[in-house]
Each structure stands twice: as structure tokens, then as C-alpha cells.
């Protein structure tokens, strides 16, 4: 990193809170203001929406029974198919030609898709958690934040933007595209926090790289903030060392609101969860039962202030723990760590179950490959059969069989200790893989 960044940047300012009266609540607040929210949720639903007070009475509660945070456990889950069934305003609390500022929906590419909407409050609070995301990474009213992630019914790019007018950035609303124009723009108007997915993030990195520049020293940027698929370690410190940047992880749903409901700070040891907003519960998947902090389980989020769409108890897919213990950042809400994987996205290969992450995870050991990786899935006679086509660095010699051979009985080694699957490891050259201007395709499934 230049001496001009490390001046302007990050690295050795001070931690920058957003909302440090929030973010550095102590426990015992925290607890009223969640139960005092938790009480309101619960009446809200069960006064407004019929499914919430069906499955409440159907639960024999009532809201005058929520009298701890400990009565959170009584209460029903909400599930993905809930929400399809519910399609498409069944589970708002609010008439959609009332107050309802803004109507957002998951791409359904199984079933309805669900539908999420907005008041100009759930707007302003969405704004504000991913404002916090945007001090972590050291900006403010004086940023220039680019957002690349896709602006329309996916949350990312709206919810980017709504941070960036909470904290009075200077917002360049690129949408995803179009990359060498991003690059042009990132450079010719300074822009300093990068806002996108992991894999476009990196695209953008290489493009910027490819047109001659050196974007971690001729560029001002100096922060990036990446969700919407998990990113392995080694793609972290990848894209940090090619832009320049501090990455923090966003983690978001659009179910529950967008990106924002947790962020990681520059200590980049877990996602801060918005606990003003936001309940988190870590459940066994199977007996539903909670588990203790620090014990892995899908994650659960009861929505603490939303207006139009409220949620107790969603069932998220998604895989992770409570990080017990305090974060040397000084903010109190707690971390919950970045996902292992969604139980969705979960391969059943020969009947062991594995995330494309844990690919990820393996192959970032290698300084021979890129975090440019794709997963086929395919039948021989009537077993699975797993390919994983990864691409080298730029500079890495194709005329060495043996030193492609050794480099793929490597791979397949650790990836056989590590997921106990055998996979066909195939070293390919930079740029065969399909670049992705939003989420990376990873898993190609022909079974
Ligand atoms: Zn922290």
C-alpha cells in the first residue's frame, strides 16, 4: 500500500463508529431495548398479519406472554415457504397502498419469489446498518462510494445506496457491468469505498490490472465492503492486496431486510450483528432446539423494528455460530461468524455432505491458483463424480507437465483430507472460467 494511502486510509487512523450509542450499548440496554422492540413485533404481527396470529394461537400465545427475552423460544418459526405461500403481501402488517415506500423480491427461481416491503422507517433503518459498515471500513460524509453491486428487486444495490445517504457519501451508483467502465470511473472520480460482491470485486481488481494500472498504489480507494456470497480468506487478502483495500464482510437477506444485518469491522474476526434490529439465534437444524454460543447451527433472525414486513424466528438456510467473547474494536454487538454455507447450497456427494466453500477454503492454501474455481458435478455409472476446474496465476509455466501433475495431486490430496471426497482436480489456464459480474457461478451440476 503507498505512503499517500496509508495516510488518507485505514491503516493506523482511528476506529470510526457510526453510531456509537448503538454499537457500544452495554448488555443490560441492550436486553430492554430488544425486549421492549420484541414486544412490539409480536403484537404488531399478531394483530396485523393472520398467519403470525393463526400460528400464535395455534402456539397458545399470546404478545402479553413475550415477558423476557427468554420467551423468544415460544415463539413459531417463519420459513422460506411461509413467506412463497404468503405471496404476495400475506405477511405484510401494513395495507401496500398505505405507507409502503418500496417493494423488494428474491429472484424465485424455485416457487414464488418472496416479497419484502418498506416503509420510509425500515428504509432509513436498512440505511443505517449499512451505514456502520461503511465507517468500519473508515468512510463518511467526505467518501465517494461506488456501488456495484445490482441495483432493482436484489437487495444489494439499494441497500449500498441507502448507506451511503445515511452517512452523506457521494454516492456513484454504478450497478454491476460494464467493468472497465468501473474502473475508469473508480480512478478518474477517486472513489474510495468499493461496495459489490467478492467475485466482481476481484474482476474488477484484474481488469484494472489488465488495463495497465496498479490500482492498490495509483488508485485512492482504500475500502471495500463484500457480501452476497461467502469469500474465502485467501480471495480476501487477494482482492485487498490488488485494490489496496481493507474488505469487511456484509451479510444480509432480503428476507429479513438486505445487506447490513451484520458486518464485520476492521478486526475482520466476525459480523457484528445489528442487535438493535435484529434478534440472531443459532438453532440445531434438525431439532430446531437453540444452541449455545460458539456451537454451530442455522442461523435465526426475529426482526426487532420492522414495520411493513416483520419476521419472528426466520429459518435463514444459512450456517454459522455466535463468536463467544469480546472484539478489541470496543462494539458490543455480537459477532456471528461468516457463513460455512447455506443448508441449500449443501452437495451431497456419495452420500457426504459438503459446501462449495470448503472448496474455496482448501484451494486458497495454493499460491499456484486463483480463487477463479468451478465445481461440476456430473454421474459415472451410478456414482457421483465431482470435477473441479481451478485457474492458475498468470504467471505459472504449462509446458511443465509434471509441475501441472504434482500441482493437481496436491489439490486433490488436501481436498480429499479436509471433505473426504475424491475430486478430479483440473489446473486450467487464467480467464477459461466464465467471469461473473454478480454472484460466480461455483457449482455446475449435470446429475
Ligand atoms: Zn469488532
Redesign the pocket.
Known amino acids: 500500500m503507498s505512503e499517500e494511502k496509508k495516510r488518507v486510509g485505514m491503516i493506523g487512523t482511528k476506529e470510526r463508529y457510526f453510531q456509537p450509542e448503538i454499537e457500544m450499548i452495554s448488555a443490560g440496554d441492550l436486553a430492554d431495548l430488544q425486549l421492549k422492540r420484541l414486544q412490539e413485533t409480536v403484537a404488531n404481527c399478531y394483530s396485523n398479519i393472520n398467519f403470525y396470529k393463526n400460528a400464535l394461537d395455534a402456539a397458545g400465545i399470546s404478545p402479553k406472554d413475550i415477558k423476557s427475552l427468554d420467551d423468544l423460544c415460544k415463539l413459531p418459526f417463519t420459513t422460506k415457504q411461509d413467506m412463497r405461500d404468503a405471496y404476495p403481501f400475506d405477511l405484510f402488517a401494513i395495507n401496500v397502498h398505505d405507507n409502503v415506500q418500496r417493494l423488494h423480491a428474491s429472484s424465485g427461481t424455485t416457487g414464488n419469489a418472496t416479497v419484502v416491503g418498506y416503509t420510509q422507517q425500515d428504509i432509513d433503518n436498512w440505511g443505517d446498518c449499512f451505514a456502520r459498515a461503511i465507517a468500519q471500513v473508515g468512510g463518511g460524509s467526505e467518501s465517494i462510494l461506488q456501488v456495484a453491486y445490482g441495483y432493482g428487486l436484489f437487495t444489494g444495490g439499494l441497500g449500498a445506496h441507502e448507506g451511503g445517504i445515511r452517512i452523506g457519501a457521494t454516492i456513484l451508483p454504478m450497478s454491476s457491468g460494464n467493468t472497465r467502465r468501473q474502473v475508469q470511473m473508480m480512478r478518474d472520480f477517486g472513489v474510495d469505498i468499493l461496495a459489490c460482491t467478492p467475485s466482481y470485486a476481484l474482476l474488477i481488481a484484474d481488469t484494472a490490472i489488465e488495463l495497465g494500472f496498479d490500482p492498490a498504489k495509483d488508485f485512492p480507494i482504500s475500502g471495500a465492503i463484500l457480501g452476497a456470497e461467502p469469500c474465502s480468506e485467501g480471495m480476501r487478502k487477494e482482492i485487498e492486496r490488488k485494490l489496496g483495500v481493507t474488505v469487511v464482510d456484509i451479510y444480509g437477506l432480503s428476507e429479513v431486510m438486505g445487506p447490513g444485518v451484520s458486518c ?4 475482520q ?2 459480523l ?1 450483528v445489528a442487535e438493535d434490529h435484529f434478534i440472531i439465534e443459532i438453532v440445531d437444524p434438525k431439532t430446531l432446539l437453540p444452541l449455545p454460543d460458539g456451537e454451530w447451527g442455522e442461523v435465526v433472525f426475529t426482526t426487532l423494528s420492522k414495520q411493513c414486513s416483520p419476521l419472528l424466528r426466520y429459518r435463514t438456510r444459512d450456517i454459522s455460530r455466535i463468536i463467544p467473547g469480546a ?5 458490543t454487538l455480537r ?1 456471528m461468524d461468516r457463513i460455512t454455507g447455506r443448508t441449500d447450497d449443501m452437495l451431497i456427494i456419495r452420500g457426504v455432505n459438503v459446501f462449495p466453500s470448503q472448496f474455496q477454503q482448501v484451494i486458497a492454501a495454493f499460491p499456484e491458483v486463483t480463487s477463479y474455481y468451478q465445481i461440476i458435478l456430473s454421474r459415472e455409472h451410478t456414482l457421483d463424480k465431482v470435477t473441479l476446474n481451478v485457474e492458475t496465476v498468470a504467471d505459472f509455466d504449462f509446458d511443465e507437465i509434471k509441475k501441472i501433475e504434482s500441482l493437481q495431486h496436491r489439490i486433490t490430496a488436501e481436498l480429499k483430507s479436509n471433505l473426504q471426497v475424491s475430486v478430479d482436480v483440473k489446473v486450467v489456464e487464467p480467464k477459461s472460467i466464465e467471469r461473473s459480474e454478480g454472484k460466480a457461478k461455483r457449482v455446475i451440476d449435470l446429475r
Open positions: 464485520e469491522c476492521r478486526y474476526n466476525g457484528h472484539c478489541d474494536c470496543g462494539r459477532r
